[in-house]
């Protein structure tokens, strides 16, 4: 068996080293959503997701052919005119400078998708079938370390866990081409980075996310881990006030109550796609920029989920905005 490194509490993640790859860890990805704006046009989602893998291999194996590292990326469009998701995928091995990750800083790419970090903002070039994106992300706000200072639990035993970190509030510049029409844009977005060797506990089914961006500049992130039943497994998150003031929240602390669901006419799965989100102080209602935001990635990371634009409402007045994952209804996760 390939020997993961492990995740540890304790462990201070620092910038910009840890931006960057850490291949000796099984599983790792760099996932940016958000909502974009373009004239004549109403607002808009997208989502852009590279991942990282790490297989099960003979180490000593010299062939150049190996798959060490095996590097996958999503991207996707919510648009409510079209009324389902645009979206595509890539795969490749980490191999003759096709694909990898860089250490250090932010570089990872697969043939003519890539995603750099360039000084203190961030390049997303993505080339997908119907549509292409050429987005620059800029930091406005400080990193959000999630769990106890970036050691994220997702489970009751300490190796279900993850390093994780959190950019909200990414101011985005940048043009969206589709149909041979290219439109500039302006946006927010939201930047997560997690590695890992043990993400999901085996008696976990999947689970649900939510990072939200609110207008007064606070953020949340919350999710929950679903057992095999369908109820909780776990739980965490973290808010930042908009002043700066942050609290991670444990996992009795977090409750996600679904208030409608969809079923997709393609597959068959049925996902809540409307929620209440109850923390500490706050309860959060979300609902969809529109429900058909269902992924089929089953020729990349072999599963289907949802994962979509939200808004969110909080004493019934518009809040915030957002993206919600929902993994784990169409068939139990496996990473």
Not at 172 to 187: K, M, W
Not at 269 to 283: D, K, L, S
């Amino acid at each position: 068996m390939t020997p993961y490194a492990p995740v540890v509490p304790g462990y201070r993640i620092r910038f910009p080293e840890d931006e960057g790859s850490h291949p000796d860890f099984r599983t790792e990805w760099w996932y940016i959503t958000g909502w974009l704006e373009a004239p004549k046009r109403a607002p808009f989602g997208f989502q852009i997701t590279f991942f990282r893998a790490r297989g099960d291999i003979d180490e000593v194996n010299p062939s150049a052919f190996t798959p060490r590292q095996v590097i996958i990326a999503h991207a996707a469009l919510s648009d409510r005119t079209r009324g389902h998701l645009v979206h595509d995928q890539k795969l490749a091995r980490a191999a003759f400078d096709l694909a990898g990750t860089d250490r250090g800083r932010v570089r990872v790419w697969i043939h003519d998708w890539s995603l750099v970090q360039e000084r203190e903002t961030y390049r997303a070039l993505i080339a997908a079938r119907d549509f292409a994106l050429d987005l620059v992300f800029t930091p406005t706000q400080a990193p959000l370390l999630q769990g106890d200072q970036g050691f994220s639990r997702k489970g009751p035993r300490p190796e279900s866990a993850s390093y994780y970190y959190s950019f909200p509030h990414l101011r985005v510049d940048g043009s969206v081409a589709e149909s041979g029409r290219r439109a500039t844009i302006q946006g927010s977005a939201w930047l997560d980075h997690e590695w890992s060797s043990s993400y999901m506990d085996e008696r976990a089914s999947g689970w649900d996310w939510i990072g939200i961006n609110f207008h007064d500049g606070s953020a949340l992130m919350a999710f929950r881990m679903r057992s095999r039943e369908g109820g909780k497994f776990w739980a965490g998150g973290a808010y930042r006030s908009g002043a700066g003031i942050r609290r991670a929240f444990s996992a009795a602390e977090v409750e996600f109550v679904p208030l409608r669901s969809w079923r997709s006419p393609r597959t068959g799965a049925t996902y809540p796609v409307a929620w209440r989100v109850e923390i500490p102080g706050m309860r959060v209602t979300l609902e969809p920029l529109m429900d058909d935001q269902e992924h089929d990635t089953r020729a990349s990371v072999g599963t289907v989920y949802w994962e979509g634009a939200v808004n969110a409402v909080v004493d019934g007045k518009p809040a915030g905005r957002g993206y919600l994952e929902l993994t784990g209804y169409w068939q139990a996760m496996k990473l």
